[in-house]
């Protein structure tokens, strides 16, 4: 049972260079969302998906761009990096629609913009 | 804007004790909250759900609702060094999208 799996879990890159964050589940989950954590804010939502082909924007989309062409996959995209994106980015998946329906976490990638 | 408060700070209370933590919701509407648990840097884990008034139990943990106030609490009880984490409360806030509202989280240290 692989679950939900991030990659990478680290990456360097400098500013200005467009970087692709992946994110892959199994579950055949109907929601995925990517989030962003940081220090005093919390997790923050940036993008978020609720099928293949449908996304929407969460709290702080401005720098990113997501695709979901399959149920499994949903990378997020930094198309010109900046040091304010330096985060730790984590990916979640969720059933369909219910009121119970918790989200859960991979492992994150840990982002270090130069 | 759907808010969620955990606004005490880091909780250290002795191996053994009961830890108890409080999260707020601006809401009405939110009909299911969460309990997270996350390890210095590793990733939010689930530990437990909560939907209707009262007491949810689950080993050691107890979740307590109560709408009327919208609160959400969080009981660790027998605390060990293994419960030391932040735990982030979350609220379906009613999007009808599955998405959750996290608050900032509660650092909590269980001292042996």
């Known amino acids: 049972d692989a679950g939900i799996t991030q990659s990478p879990r680290y990456k360097i890159t400098e500013t200005g260079r467009q970087v692709t964050l992946m994110c892959h589940q199994t579950?055949?989950?109907?929601?995925m969302f990517w989030y962003r954590q940081d220090l005093g804010h919390g997790l923050r939502l940036i993008y978020y998906?609720?099928?293949?082909?449908?996304?929407d924007k969460g709290e702080v989309p401005d720098g990113y761009v997501v695709s979901r062409s399959k149920t499994e996959n949903f990378p997020l995209t930094l198309e010109s990096a900046t040091r304010s994106q330096t985060s730790v980015y984590f990916c979640a998946s969720s059933e369909g629609q219910g009121r119970n329906q918790p989200q859960h976490f991979g492992d994150g990638t840990r982002l270090s913009i130069l | 804007q759907k808010e969620v408060e955990q606004n005490s700070g880091p909780l250290s209370v002795p191996e053994g004790a009961i830890a108890s933590l409080n999260c707020t919701y601006s809401?009405?509407?939110?009909?299911?909250f969460f309990w997270y648990r996350q390890y210095s840097g590793k990733s939010p884990e689930l530990i437990m759900f909560i939907y209707s008034n009262g007491d949810k139990e689950d080993g050691r943990f107890t979740a307590q609702l109560n709408k009327a106030s919208q609160y959400v609490s969080l009981l660790i009880r027998d605390s060990q060094p293994s419960d030391s984490a932040t735990y982030l409360c979350a609220v379906n806030a009613g999007y009808g999208n599955n998405r959750l509202a996290f608050g900032k989280g509660n650092q909590v240290v269980v001292i042996p």
């Open positions: 579950w055949s989950h109907s929601y």
């Open positions: 998906s609720a099928a293949a082909d449908i996304t």
């Open positions: 809401d009405r509407g939110s009909q299911s």
